[in-house]
Structures are given as structure tokens and as C-alpha cells.
């Protein structure tokens, strides 16, 4: 193993020896302490504000009764469920545009986000499911969109622009069941869906809290357990072959769990947009460390999410906003950015 002026080993027991990068692991400390910052910010923004001394006393145990409820039973979920939501995010598409080997594969644009949305207003506008019910609605119909774009993209083998050419086929068609949808449903149904398909944390309890930390708890350390082999898959698959990567099932593993993630986050929170194709990138240019950079780009996710719930609460008056149109803001200026920076660089 060649060891960089940037890189250090780290010896584990057992024998076992890690590279560890010096500018990734400072960033993702930094990541770190800015997303516990946003979130003490967070606890502590609404119509009773509350100081971020008093937020932390409260999360040990000290607080008062009054600050007591208000944090730990009405805002602390809230704020989980972004920190949840936006690694999920992070994480997904960094395993997309790693896999692809594209900046665009991203599951906003793959379809996966979309294949939630069609299968949480089925549920909503033909048979007016419960917030769970939703939920599961959401969750299957992601991972049929999922399956179904894998297997239109697979050709002895998934190529990433073929793997991003359908996906951008299957979000079009999808949008066009989504439209249709809404125009058959009712105003009180079309008025929850519209509210569902924006991507919203308003509300968020512990009912949401429970189901994505479990996802995630499961997930993320499959993900980073396969870091290596990804890392290696992204030189081509003859490379990857040949220091034993099992090249297709291990890009169907991280595939399903990118899914998986990128459903439940919308299960969770609604379709929320340009999260999964920003963290990474934003992650890789800060780290500029070859690789997916999971760690950090789910990271990145939950700053991002963060940052932007407090902008949709604070940053335009007395109208808060959804989170997903905020994201939506940024994200359209980032991807229009990213379009010319691809363009200019002969790739698209």
C-alpha cells in the first residue's frame, strides 16, 4: 500500500489495516459538528424560540418541564427526520452517480423519487390511506420503479448512460401518471397530494422517526462495507474483475440499498429534490478524494436538509415554506451550474 503525504494507515486488531485520509476525515469532522450545530438551531427556531445553551440542557436531561415537551416531544423529531433523510439522500446518490459513473445519476433524475410519488397518491387518491398506508405506498412503488429501470438498463451489464438515459425516460412517464392522477382526484385529495409531492418535514413525529433509523441503521454500514468494491467498480468492471469484485452483484446490492434508502426517505418526507445530486458532489469537492466518499456525502445530505429547513422557516418572513421547495430553488441553480461545468468538460 503506497501511503500519500494526504493518507495514513490505521491499524485495527485482527491485522486488519485502513487508509485513512486526512482532508476527508477533517471534512467530515466539520461536517459533523455543522450538522449538530443546524440541529441545536433547529430545535430552538419556531413561535417560542429557545436558546441553544437551554436546546442542549434539555437534550441531557436538565431542561425545564415547558422546555422539556418542546423540544424532546414536538421539535426533536422534526430534526431527526432531517438528519435521517438527508444522509439517506447523500448516501443514495452517491452509490447512483459512483455506479453510473455520472454526475446526473442521481435518483431524482433515475426515477426512483418519482416511482415513490406514483405509489404514495395511489394510495392517497384512490383509496385515502392513512399517513402510513402512505408510506408503504411509497416504499413499494420506489422499488418498482427501481426494479424496472435496472432491468431496462441491463444489457450484458449496466452502463451508466444507459442507466441515466432510462431513468430519465421512466421519470417522464411517471410524471405523466402523476399529473394524470391529480387531475382524477378530488380537491381535498389533490390539496393532501400536492402537499405530499412537494416534500415537507412539517409534523414529523416519532412515528417517522422509528422506521427510518431502522432502514438507516441497517443500510448505511451494508453501503460503507462495500465502499472498497465500489471504489474499484468506478475504474471499469475488467478492473474491478480483476482484484475479485463480483461486478454485477455487488452493483445490484448497492443499487437495491441505494433504493431502498431513497425510498424510505420519501416514505418518511416526501419526494424532497436535488439533495441526493448535490451532497455528493458538494462532498467530493471538498474532500477531493477519488471514491464515492459515502461517509461524507451522507453527511453533506444532512447539512444540506438542514440548512434549507431553516431557510423555508426563517428565511422568508412569516411564510414558511416546505423544505422540498427550497431544495427545489437551490437545487435547479446547482444543476443548471453542473449542466455548463459537464458540457464545458466535453462529457454531455
Not at 422534526?78 to 442521481?106: H, I, K, T, Y
Request: glycine letters at 12%; one cysteine or more.
Amino acid at each position: 500500500m503506497t501511503v500519500t503525504a494526504t493518507s495514513r494507515p490505521l491499524r485495527l486488531p485482527g491485522g486488519i489495516s485502513l487508509r485513512v485520509e486526512r482532508r476527508a476525515l477533517a471534512v467530515g469532522m466539520l461536517l459533523a459538528v455543522a450538522a449538530f450545530a443546524l440541529a441545536v438551531l433547529l430545535i430552538g427556531t419556531g413561535d417560542f424560540d429557545i436558546a441553544p445553551w437551554d436546546v442542549v440542557q434539555t437534550l441531557l436531561g436538565n431542561g425545564s418541564p415547558a422546555n422539556d415537551f418542546i423540544v424532546n416531544d414536538l421539535r426533536l423529531p422534526r430534526v431527526l427526520v432531517a438528519l435521517l433523510v438527508g444522509a439517506a439522500l447523500g448516501m443514495a446518490g452517491a452509490v447512483f452517480q459512483s455506479v453510473s459513473r455520472n454526475p446526473l445519476g442521481s435518483p431524482d433524475l433515475l426515477g426512483f423519487s418519482y416511482g415513490s410519488a406514483v405509489g404514495a397518491l395511489i394510495v392517497i387518491i384512490l383509496f385515502g390511506g392513512s399517513a402510513t398506508e402512505v408510506a408503504v405506498g411509497a416504499l413499494v412503488g420506489g422499488l418498482l420503479a427501481g426494479a424496472a429501470v435496472y432491468l431496462l438498463a441491463y444489457k450484458q451489464g449496466i452502463h451508466g448512460y444507459r442507466l441515466v438515459l432510462v431513468g430519465i425516460g421512466a421519470s417522464a412517464m411517471l410524471i405523466a401518471v402523476i399529473q394524470y392522477l391529480i387531475t382524477k382526484a378530488r380537491l381535498v385529495e389533490a390539496s393532501r397530494a400536492m402537499v405530499w409531492l412537494t416534500g415537507s418535514l412539517a409534523g414529523r413525529d416519532w412515528a417517522q422517526v422509528w422506521p427510518l433509523l431502522a432502514v438507516c441503521a441497517v443500510l448505511f454500514p451494508l453501503v460503507l462495507g462495500q465502499g472498497r468494491a465500489l471504489r474499484m467498480m468506478e475504474m471499469g468492471d475488467d478492473a474491478a474483475h480483476a482484484v475479485g469484485v463480483r461486478v454485477e452483484r455487488t452493483r445490484l446490492l448497492l443499487m437495491l440499498a441505494a433504493i431502498l434508502l431513497t425510498t424510505a426517505a420519501s416514505a418518511a418526507a416526501g419526494p424532497i429534490s436535488f439533495v441526493a445530486l448535490a451532497a455528493p458532489q458538494l462532498a467530493r469537492r471538498l474532500t477531493r478524494s477519488p471514491g464515492a466518499n459515502l461517509a461524507t456525502a451522507a453527511l453533506m445530505g444532512s447539512v444540506v436538509l438542514l440548512a434549507s429547513d431553516w431557510a423555508s422557516q426563517r428565511a422568508f418572513g412569516a411564510d414558511q415554506l416546505p423544505v422540498g421547495v427550497v431544495t427545489g430553488l437551490v437545487g435547479g441553480v446547482y444543476l443548471l451550474w453542473l449542466l455548463v461545468t459537464e458540457r464545458r468538460a466535453g462529457r454531455i
